[in-house]
C-alpha cells in the first residue's frame, strides 16, 4: 500500500524568488505521497503573491498528481507558525550589492567567477548575510522550532552556521547540486571508458568530503567498479582539452565549464573535486583567475552581474506571463532534491545524499562545530551525517584555512568586529598578495558599497554611515 502524509506545511522564506520557487512547485506536483500547504514569505509581498498564483494553478492541473495550496503572507510569524519544513532561499542584498562583490575587486586585479562564497565577494556578502539569518533563526526559534531547515542561499557554509549559532537546537542543514553535477560527468565517464550506460546519477556512489563548494570525492564507485583508477585515466586523456558531453557547450552559457580546472586539480591531489570549476578556482590562490585571459584558458567564465540582473528581469517577466495565463508553466523534474529530503523526513523513503551539516566527527581532522559537506542518510525525522573520514594533509591546509576564516567572519558579523573581519579579508588566497594597505584599501571600499546592509561597527566613517 502506498502510504500518503497530508496536511504538511511549508514555509517559503524567500517565497517571492523567480527561480527555486518553480523548481520546488514542479517537483512537489510530480510528488503524489505529500500535499499540504506552502506558506509563502517574502519581503516583496507582490512577488510572494504571483508565485502564490502560479504555485495554485499548477496544482489545479490534473497532470499534477501532488496537490498544494500555496498561501502569500507579509508576515514570516505566519509563515512559519505550525511549520513541519522550512525552506530559505533569498538574495541578501540585493545585486547592486552583488556587482560589488564581484566587480569591485578587479580594480585591485583581483578576478572571481562567482564571488558569493568565498574570496573579497564571499566575505562582504557573508557580513551582510548573517545578520539576516540572525534574524531568522531567531524567528524559527520563536515560531516553528520543531520544524527541518533546508537552507539553499550562499554562503551556503555560513548561512548553515549562523542559525545553529544563534539557535543551537535547530534541525537545519544546507543543501547544494555541485556534488549531482559531478555524480554526471563520472556517468559519462563511465559510458565513454566502457560503453556502459548508467540510468542515473544517483547509481555512482561517493564518498563526500570537506565544505561546501569546495567538497572532495576519496571513493567512487559504480556496480562494484572502484572509479577513481578510471577518472585518473579519463582525466589524463582530457586534462588539456577539457571534457564536454558536446563540444563548445562551455562557451555557451556563462555557467558551464570544460572541467579543466577540476582535472588539474585532481592530478595535484588525487581526489576528485566535487563542485564546478567556478567555485573550485575561488578557494585555491590565483592560479585560475590571475586574468580573463587565464579564465579563458582554463575553460570557464567569469559570470557578469550584468547577465544575472538581465536574467532575473526576464524571468520576473516571464513569471508574470505565467501567473496572468498568458505562458506556460511546463511540469517536469527540476533535478533537485528538496522534495525527495522532505519525503524522507516524512518517513516515506530513505535517502542518501550530500548535506551541509556542523561537523561532530564526520570529518575527523576539521574543527568540531565548523559546518562542513558530507554524505549524511535521512530517515523519518532524522538526518545521520556518515563518517566521511579525514583529509588528506596537503587538502586540509587549504580547507582548514577556509574553516578558520569563515569562523573568523562569523564571529566578526554578530560582534560588529570590523578588525576580526579584516584580518579574515586579508587571509582569503585572492586577497593575500594584495598585501595589507591595498587589501584595507579594497574592504573599506566594498564595505562602504554594501554600508546599508551591515552593521556600522564596520564602516570606517561612522557619520557616513549615521547620515545614509
Same mark, same amino acid.
Given at each position: 500500500?502506498?502510504?500518503?502524509?497530508?496536511?504538511?506545511?511549508?514555509?517559503?522564506?524567500? %517565497?517571492? &524568488?523567480?527561480?527555486?520557487?518553480?523548481?520546488?512547485?514542479? !517537483?512537489?506536483?510530480?510528488?503524489?505521497?505529500?500535499?499540504?500547504?506552502?506558506?509563502?514569505?517574502?519581503?516583496?509581498?507582490?512577488? #510572494?503573491?504571483?508565485?502564490?498564483?502560479?504555485?495554485?494553478?499548477?496544482?489545479?492541473?490534473?497532470?499534477?498528481?501532488?496537490?498544494?495550496?500555496?498561501?502569500?503572507? %507579509?508576515?514570516?510569524?505566519? #509563515?512559519?507558525?505550525?511549520?513541519?519544513?522550512?525552506?530559505?532561499?533569498?538574495?541578501?542584498?540585493?545585486?547592486?550589492?552583488?556587482?560589488?562583490?564581484?566587480?569591485?575587486?578587479?580594480?585591485?586585479?583581483?578576478?572571481?567567477?562567482?564571488?558569493?562564497?568565498?574570496?573579497? %565577494?564571499?566575505?562582504?556578502?557573508?557580513?551582510?548575510?548573517?545578520?539576516?539569518?540572525?534574524?531568522?533563526?531567531?524567528?524559527?526559534? *520563536?515560531?516553528?522550532?520543531?520544524?527541518?531547515?533546508?537552507?539553499?542561499?550562499?554562503?551556503?557554509?555560513?548561512?548553515?552556521?549562523?542559525?545553529?549559532?544563534?539557535?543551537?537546537?535547530?534541525?537545519?542543514?544546507?543543501?547544494?547540486?555541485?556534488?549531482?553535477?559531478?555524480?554526471?560527468?563520472?556517468?559519462?565517464?563511465?559510458?565513454?571508458?566502457?560503453?556502459?550506460?548508467?540510468?542515473?546519477?544517483?547509481?555512482?556512489?561517493? =564518498?563526500?568530503?570537506?565544505?561546501?563548494?569546495?567538497?572532495?570525492?576519496?571513493?567512487?564507485?559504480?556496480?562494484?567498479?572502484?572509479?577513481?583508477?578510471?577518472?585518473?585515466?579519463?582525466?589524463?586523456?582530457?586534462?588539456? &582539452?577539457?571534457?564536454?558531453?558536446?563540444?563548445?557547450?562551455?562557451?555557451?552559457?556563462?555557467? &558551464?565549464?570544460? =572541467?579543466?580546472?577540476?582535472?588539474?586539480?585532481?592530478?595535484?591531489?588525487?581526489?576528485?573535486?566535487?563542485?564546478?570549476?567556478?567555485?573550485? /578556482?575561488?578557494?585555491?590562490?590565483?592560479?585560475?583567475?590571475?586574468?580573463?585571459?587565464?579564465?579563458?584558458?582554463?575553460?570557464?567564465?567569469?559570470?557578469?552581474?550584468?547577465?544575472?540582473?538581465?536574467?532575473?528581469?526576464?524571468?520576473?517577466?516571464?513569471?508574470?506571463?505565467?501567473?496572468?495565463?498568458?505562458?506556460?508553466?511546463?511540469?517536469?523534474?527540476?533535478?533537485?532534491?528538496?522534495?525527495?529530503?522532505?519525503?524522507?523526513?516524512?518517513?516515506?523513503?530513505?535517502?542518501?545524499? +550530500?548535506?551541509?551539516?556542523?561537523?561532530?566527527?564526520?570529518?575527523?581532522?576539521?574543527?568540531?562545530?565548523?559546518?562542513?559537506?558530507?554524505?549524511?542518510?535521512?530517515?523519518?525525522?532524522?538526518?545521520?551525517?556518515?563518517?566521511?573520514?579525514?583529509?588528506?594533509?596537503?587538502?586540509?591546509?587549504?580547507?582548514?584555512?577556509? *574553516?578558520?576564516?569563515?569562523? #573568523?567572519?562569523?564571529?566578526?558579523?554578530?560582534?560588529? +568586529?570590523?578588525?576580526?573581519?579584516? +584580518?579574515?579579508?586579508?587571509? !582569503?588566497?585572492?586577497?593575500?598578495?594584495?598585501?595589507?594597505?591595498? /587589501?584595507?584599501?579594497?574592504?573599506?571600499?566594498?564595505?562602504?558599497?554594501?554600508?546599508?546592509?551591515?552593521? %556600522?561597527?564596520?564602516?570606517? !566613517?561612522?557619520?557616513?554611515?549615521? &547620515?545614509?
Amino acid at each position: 500500500m502506498n502510504r500518503k502524509v497530508e496536511n504538511v506545511k511549508i514555509a517559503y522564506i524567500g %517565497g517571492g &524568488s523567480q527561480g527555486w520557487a518553480k523548481r520546488l512547485m514542479n !517537483d512537489l506536483a510530480l510528488e503524489p505521497r505529500i500535499s499540504g500547504t506552502v506558506s509563502l514569505y517574502d519581503i516583496y509581498p507582490e512577488a #510572494a503573491r504571483q508565485n502564490a498564483v502560479i504555485g495554485n494553478s499548477v496544482s489545479a492541473r490534473e497532470e499534477a498528481v501532488g496537490k498544494w495550496v500555496y498561501e502569500a503572507t %507579509g508576515d514570516i510569524k505566519e #509563515a512559519l507558525t505550525n511549520a513541519d519544513f522550512v525552506i530559505i532561499s533569498i538574495l541578501p542584498g540585493s545585486f547592486d550589492e552583488m556587482a560589488s562583490d564581484v566587480h569591485t575587486p578587479e580594480k585591485y586585479g583581483i578576478y572571481q567567477s562567482v564571488g558569493d562564497t568565498v574570496g573579497p %565577494g564571499g566575505i562582504i556578502r557573508s557580513l551582510r548575510t548573517i545578520p539576516i539569518y540572525k534574524e531568522i533563526a531567531e524567528n524559527i526559534k *520563536a515560531y516553528a522550532p520543531d520544524a527541518w531547515v533546508i537552507n539553499y542561499t550562499n554562503p551556503m557554509t555560513l548561512c548553515t552556521r549562523t542559525l545553529y549559532e544563534v539557535f543551537p537546537e535547530v534541525k537545519a542543514f544546507g543543501c547544494c547540486h555541485e556534488v549531482f553535477e559531478v555524480q554526471h560527468l563520472l556517468a559519462d565517464m563511465v559510458e565513454e571508458m566502457t560503453g556502459t550506460a548508467v540510468e542515473q546519477r544517483q547509481d555512482i556512489q561517493v =564518498n563526500v568530503i570537506g565544505i561546501n563548494h569546495f567538497t572532495w570525492i576519496d571513493r567512487a564507485s559504480y556496480q562494484q567498479m572502484d572509479l577513481l583508477p578510471m577518472y585518473k585515466e579519463f582525466v589524463e586523456k582530457h586534462a588539456e &582539452s577539457g571534457y564536454e558531453k558536446n563540444l563548445g557547450d562551455w562557451e555557451k552559457s556563462v555557467f &558551464s565549464s570544460a =572541467n579543466r580546472v577540476k582535472f588539474d586539480l585532481f592530478r595535484r591531489y588525487g581526489l576528485i573535486a566535487a563542485a564546478g570549476d567556478r567555485h573550485l /578556482a575561488e578557494f585555491m590562490p590565483p592560479v585560475y583567475l590571475e586574468s580573463p585571459e587565464t579564465v579563458a584558458k582554463w575553460k570557464f567564465h567569469l559570470t557578469p552581474v550584468d547577465f544575472r540582473k538581465k536574467d532575473h528581469k526576464s524571468k520576473i517577466e516571464q513569471n508574470q506571463k505565467v501567473a496572468a495565463g498568458e505562458a506556460d508553466f511546463e511540469l517536469a523534474p527540476s533535478g533537485e532534491e528538496g522534495v525527495a529530503i522532505i519525503a524522507a523526513l516524512l518517513g516515506l523513503e530513505e535517502l542518501v545524499t +550530500n548535506v551541509n551539516m556542523p561537523n561532530g566527527g564526520q570529518i575527523a581532522n576539521l574543527p568540531y562545530g565548523a559546518v562542513v559537506e558530507t554524505n549524511a542518510v535521512l530517515r523519518r525525522d532524522s538526518v545521520q551525517p556518515v563518517l566521511a573520514g579525514s583529509l588528506p594533509a596537503d587538502l586540509l591546509g587549504i580547507i582548514g584555512r577556509h *574553516a578558520a576564516n569563515q569562523e #573568523a567572519v562569523l564571529q566578526a558579523a554578530l560582534t560588529e +568586529n570590523r578588525e576580526l573581519a579584516l +584580518n579574515a579579508f586579508i587571509n !582569503d588566497p585572492l586577497v593575500a598578495p594584495l598585501g595589507f594597505e591595498q /587589501a584595507e584599501a579594497l574592504f573599506d571600499e566594498m564595505i562602504q558599497n554594501t554600508k546599508s546592509h551591515v552593521g %556600522g561597527g564596520f564602516v570606517r !566613517d561612522r557619520n557616513a554611515y549615521a &547620515s545614509s
